[in-house]
Nanobody, 127 residues
Framework: QVQLVESGGGLVQAGGSLRLSCTAS????????LGWFRQAPGKERDFVAA????????YYADSVKGRFTVSRDGAKTTVYLQMNSLKREDTAVYSC????????????????????WGQGTQVTVSS
């Protein structure tokens, strides 16, 4: 099993920044994909960003491109989501997710591709 624990959420004013962290523990895999998703009240869970272990390629939802950056540490056990120029519509519970494989580009935004999920962290952006 893989355990994912997020941290770094909170309250921030519009235009501000936050950095989320997600640390993985437990079983390790030679190849994997780490992703971030978010869910606002009354809405479906949406893809935010992902990074693949094999090539380090990153992928972003159009709504966050140019503002958010996903990265990982050297040990590849922690994935970060740097969020800049935050908007009110970024308010949501952010969850990290892991898949024990490299997910292809066409499917990397699909939450059903990910087997392991963190508990989520609240991000609230005020005007």
């Amino acid at each position: 099993q893989v355990q994912l624990v997020e941290s770094g959420g909170g309250l921030v004013q519009a235009g501000g920044s936050l950095r989320l962290s997600c640390t993985a523990s437990g079983r390790t895999f030679s190849t994997y994909t780490l992703g971030w998703f978010r869910q606002a009240p009354g809405k479906e869970r949406d893809f935010v960003a992902a990074i693949r272990s094999s090539d380090g390629n990153t992928y972003y939802a159009d709504s966050v491109k140019g503002r958010f950056t996903v990265s990982r540490d050297g040990a590849k056990t922690t994935v970060y989501l740097q969020m800049n120029s935050l908007k009110r519509e970024d308010t949501a519970v952010y969850s990290c997710a892991a898949a024990a494989t490299d997910i292809g580009f066409l499917h990397i935004s699909k939450d059903y591709q990910y087997s392991y999920w963190g508990q989520g962290t609240q991000v609230t952006v005020s005007s």
